[in-house]
């Protein structure tokens, strides 16, 4: 048995349904006793067969646990597991969209328990490439959408379902550099990275129950992503304005500084209304009954006064008549 006490790291939960049956486990896996004591279940290496999951879903066991240094062992697999998944042609989108949105939700839990360090930010990266073959693979938007309404973490799911609506608006808009999709596609991935340095019990709570010094916090966590990657590195500019400018309009109206369209990086323009569009059309805490997509582009244009720079704008609405055709 291992306790807190005798282990140097804390430990991390992972949810039994993150884990690839038959794989090598990458890392030694603990049950919690109490918050002090774990002990080891699966030692690194061993492959657990589906029966092993099993007979720990029979004990109510909702999540196993790993030491935080081995943490990114874990995640290299997961992420590695999710580039293949892609690829596979007998693979439905549906799985290899799960794949995907295990992956992102393992490294954007690095990102709250570790900070943003250059390996998780390489596993960002190889997520957005598969996330960009999936795209490429001609699955509709509306398709991710739904698949994505699986993923129990809303800034994850919220977060790809941005990254995806940016590309194809992009593409819509006639971007043709693969950089710049690149970029536009994991900047918008990363948009809400600073949400994970803020209390969990704030972001847990739907805006309008927030208090005006909750509110205050929530929106700093544009400043936040972009002071995570300034302090990387070797983020690219694009993307670090795309994370700063990500909740900013063109009308002046959005924050944290209340910039105007002439201000706005391009890319930050296309994931802005993006973000904006998926904020209205996925189900989460702030939004729990979202609305179609003609009613979202309704909202946008007529109740919001399309704050959104207009090019882009008449984009979303081909790319959205565009992925309903093909996905009936």
């Known amino acids: 048995m291992l306790t807190m006490s005798e282990s140097k790291n804390s430990f991390i939960a992972i949810p039994m349904s993150e884990f690839s049956v038959g794989l090598p486990c990458p890392v030694d896996l603990y049950v919690q006793l109490s918050l002090s004591k774990y002990v080891l279940v699966v030692r690194r290496g061993e492959r657990p067969d589906q029966d092993r999951f099993d007979q720990f879903r029979d004990r109510n066991l909702t999540h196993l646990w790993v030491t935080e240094d081995e943490y990114q062992a874990f ?21 290899k969209t799960k794949f995907l949105a295990n992956a992102a939700t393992s490294v954007f839990r690095e990102f709250e328990t ?23 693979s001609q699955t509709s938007f509306q398709q ?17 379902a941005v990254s995806v609506l940016s590309v194809l608006i992009s593409s819509q808009l006639g971007w043709e550099s ?22 969990k019990e704030t972001v847990s ?12 916090m929530y929106e700093t966590h544009p400043f936040r992503g972009m002071e995570m990657c300034l302090l ?13 400018e990500h909740e900013e309009n063109i009308i002046g109206q959005g924050y944290p500084r209340r910039i105007r369209a002439f201000r ?27 609305k179609n997509h003609r009613e979202a582009l309704v909202y946008i244009e007529h109740t919001q006064g399309q704050p959104h720079d207009k090019e882009a704008f008449s984009a979303l609405i081909t790319v959205v008549t565009r992925q309903k055709l093909k996905a009936s």
């Not at 991710?144 to 790809?160: A, F, G, P």
């Open 264 to 290: 706005m990086h391009p890319m930050a323009r296309v994931v802005s209304l993006a973000n904006a569009y998926v904020r209205l059309v996925l189900p989460t805490k702030n939004n729990p009954v979202p």
């Open 75 to 95: 995640t290299k697999q997961i992420v590695l597991v999710a580039g293949v998944a892609v690829l596979k042609k007998n693979f439905s989108n549906t799985l």
């Open 114 to 136: 570790i900070g943003l360090t250059a390996e998780n930010y390489e596993f960002a990266k190889d997520i957005n490439q598969s996330t960009l073959s999936l795209i490429d």
């Open 144 to 160: 991710i959408l739904d698949d994505l309404n699986q993923c129990s973490d809303d800034v994850v799911k919220h977060s790809m």
């Open 232 to 244: 990387l590195g070797n983020v690219p500019d694009d993307v670090v304005s795309i994370i700063y």
């Open 178 to 199: 693969k950089i710049n999709i690149e970029k536009v596609s994991l900047g918008a991935m990363l948009i809400d990275i600073g949400l994970k340095q803020l209390p």
């Open 205 to 216: 709570k739907p805006i309008m129950n927030m208090t005006p010094e909750e509110v205050f």
